[in-house]
């Protein structure tokens, strides 16, 4: 099925081309207010000094900034993610979620103002939040604190900002590939709100019913998404805040049996459709106290459906209902510490359906053709109930040390684990410019659904968990340049392997017996905004595997790029003309290269590739420049601003894979493969203006 999504994807992608915890555990800043009056008894000046601990968070920070004015991410501030050492694409750039240091793009988690989600990207690999709301972005690659969980990979903590109290405001955006807008204004003294919604173009520059190469399009691409949140500040302690945020993706393409995917699997002729979608709600009740005293109890559920139909009558349906109640207080107590206690629960229920052929694989396969099964039709439930306490408390002894300790105990009653993880962080300030850190931290996570459905999967299986390891120094050289090194290593274990026919218990398609590492070394230099300009370069080396314990053999990770390299730099001209660069240049990723045909058993006149050795070729080297400049202006008297880029500047051919590419002509001796190409030079221009 991966396959066939990754077809769809590259062929519309190909034809378009051509044509949340950080704010809650920090003590709210106060806003001052200052009044002066002179006494009738004196001349001397009284200063009053006011200011409520609810303090809204309007204000994108300005990390947040930078990342958002990265050239080439049309302001989306999480494809700002691919610029930081460490992180790639999972599926090249033609969509795919991002993988932190050696991890599966499973294993990331995902957090939007504090709870959890599982929908963050769209189906072509943009995010769906717009960029006039996001007010901070954190990117945790190891070893992160115990607030987090379900997740063994790295953790988005993505905070939205509050709305602004202030005359209604309109901020609509269009560039080639997105429309927006956006509504954002006060209601009373103490009340304000904010409404975005978004959608694609993409779907202009595709002619639906016109057939190239045995695809046609019927349903041509459209992803849309919303956020909007309402907040009520109760005096200068409490606040109030109700949030809701959705997006969707659709898009329909028919496989004739002249197609490439059509040859090379006629299973999939046919119409395939895929409509994905979730909506979530959330309340959250904020209290400000005393002393640093914070106290959050924050409610949400979220709704969220996914359709795949294909081939002739094959379908997969899955619908999910999701609760989280989540809890936390903090307070400082003795003299050198701050305690965090709060607890987590979470109730999902998965009604899914699906009539279709399966096939027992995973991301370390080299031939997921061979692992296919009878088709299977089932119609069933899945019930999950994690719940979790934790702590978390930070210690500043002495003058220079910092040291944070956290505990997780969380159980979850469908894999009928439970954990208790520890999470360290030591910090050492020794000088004034040099900061020296030690992390350590246990974690694990719910295992994919399709592993351990009935019938195609095997419900005993267990959760994946890792270990993580993290040093790392900073170095302020100066007022404005500072660096920082950061080595790492993680021990992956219980890791689903999929199970072939001569293996024992080959009826359960799943066990754990895989396991895997990852380590690397990362280099970080950063320049702040001086003489108009900023930017940063890094610079990693990295190195993953998996072991197959059962035949005790190792190779590398599908994903394993040793060498990776970004640069970028923000230039303001004048007041008029910014103008920014990115380059990233890294080693290609592993793949398993086809080697032969062999004939198709369920369709003797088809053939299907016959794969090498698992991992054991390099793709080329991955290069890709993106440029672009903002030119700031004025219409009718409101605030505009005109965007031009040019994506891969150089139009680098990068491959993500080599795939059999059939065109009739084949035989057991001769066949065509052809890469995957990514994104071509592609000029992109927007305009974004406010009323």
């Known amino acids: 099925m991966d396959r066939h999504m990754t077809q769809f994807n590259r062929s ?145 903590d993505v905070q939205l900002r509050d709305p602004r109290n202030q005359d209604i405001q309109v901020i609509a955006d269009a560039s080639l590939l997105k429309t927006g807008v956006m509504v954002e204004g006060g209601v009373t003294e103490n009340q304000a709100f904010y409404f975005s919604y978004r959608r694609s173009l993409m779907h202009l520059f595709l002619e639906e019913g016109e057939e190239d190469e045995g695809y046609t399009i019927f349903k041509a691409p459209v992803s849309d998404d919303y956020q909007g949140k309402y907040q009520w500040l109760i005096g200068d302690t409490h606040k109030l805040t109700f949030t809701i945020a959705g997006a969707s993706d659709t898009g329909g393409l028919n496989i004739s049996a002249a197609s490439e995917s059509g040859r ?46 294909y081939g002739r009558g094959q379908f997969i349906k899955v619908e999910e209902d999701k609760y989280n109640l989540r809890a936390h207080y903090q307070v ?35 031939d997921c053709q061979s692992q296919k099964g009878d088709r299977i039709q089932d119609e069933d439930e899945l019930s999950s109930l994690t719940t979790a306490i934790y702590l978390n408390d930070k210690w500043q002894f002495g003058e220079n040390w910092l040291l944070e300790l956290g505990l997780r105990a969380e159980r979850n009653d469908y894999t009928e684990q439970s954990f208790v993880h520890q999470r360290i962080a030591l910090n050492w300030y020794a000088t004034k410019d040099l900061t020296l850190s030690l992390k350590q931290g246990s974690h694990s996570r719910f295992p994919d659904v399709e592993t351990v459905l009935r019938k195609v999967g095997n419900p005993k299986l267990k959760q994946p968990k890792a270990q993580h390891y993290a040093i790392s120094a900073a170095y302020q050289i100066d007022d404005i340049w500072h660096t920082s090194l950061d080595v790492y290593y993680k021990d992956l274990g219980d890791l689903p392997r999929a199970l072939e026919e001569n293996d024992i218990n080959y009826d359960l398609h799943y066990s754990n017996d895989m396991s895997g590492t990852a380590r690397g070394i990362e280099w970080v230099i950063e320049r702040e905004l001086a003489d108009d300009w900023y930017g940063w370069a890094s ?60 004939t198709n058993p369920d369709y003797p006149d088809n053939f299907l590739p016959v794969y090498g050795k698992l991992n054991s070729k390099t793709l080329p080297t991955y290069h890709r420049l993106d440029l672009q400049a903002n030119y700031n202006t004025q219409y009718w008297g409101y605030d505009a601003q005109w965007s031009f880029a040019i994506l891969n500047a150089l139009n680098s051919d990068n491959y993500s894979g080599y795939y059999y590419a059939p065109d009739g002509t084949e035989t057991i001796d001769n066949y065509k493969i052809e890469g995957e190409e990514g994104l071509g030079i592609f000029p992109s221009i927007g305009l974004k203006m406010t009323f």
């Open 12 to 156: 519309l992608l190909t034809i378009a081309i051509s044509s949340l915890f950080i704010s809650t555990v920090q003590a709210a800043t106060p806003t001052t207010g200052v009044a002066a009056e002179k006494t009738q008894d004196s001349a001397i000046e009284t200063i009053e000094v006011t200011g409520r601990r609810n303090q809204p968070n309007t204000e994108v920070s300005l990390a947040t900034e930078k990342l958002l004015a990265i050239a080439g991410i049309d302001n989306d501030p999480l494809n700002s993610v691919y610029s930081m050492p460490g992180v790639v694409y999972a599926g090249g750039d033609n969509g795919g979620e991002p993988a932190i240091r050696g991890s599966s793009p499973d294993d990331n988690g995902f957090y939007i103002d504090d709870l959890p989600v599982d929908y963050i990207f769209h189906l072509f690999g943009d995010s769906i939040f717009n960029e006039n709301l996001v007010r901070d972005f954190s990117l945790h690659p190891a070893a992160f604190n115990s607030q987090f969980g379900n997740a063994t990979g790295g953790i988005f």
């Open 539 to 598: 610079i990693s080396w990295s190195k993953s595997d998996r072991t197959d314990e059962k035949i005790n053999q190792t190779t590398d990770y599908y994903l394993d790029t040793p060498l990776l390299g970004n640069l970028v730099a923000n230039y303001k001209y004048n007041e008029k003309w910014d103008f920014g660069i990115r380059l990233t240049v890294r080693s290609g990723q592993k793949y398993t290269p086809i080697v032969a045909l062999r």
């Open 332 to 366: 400082n107590w003795f003299d050198n510490h701050t305690l965090i206690v709060g607890a987590d629960i979470e109730d999902a229920t998965i009604d899914y359906s699906f009539d279709a052929i399966p096939y027992y694989c995973t991301d370390h396969q080299a």
């Open 264 to 309: 090379a699997d006629p299973d999939v002729i046919g119409d395939l459709k895929i409509d994905t979608s979730f909506d979530s709600q959330s309340l959250s009740w904020q209290y400000f106290g005393d002393s640093g005293k914070i106290m959050q109890v924050i409610a949400g559920h979220s709704s969220s459906e996914a359709t795949e139909s």
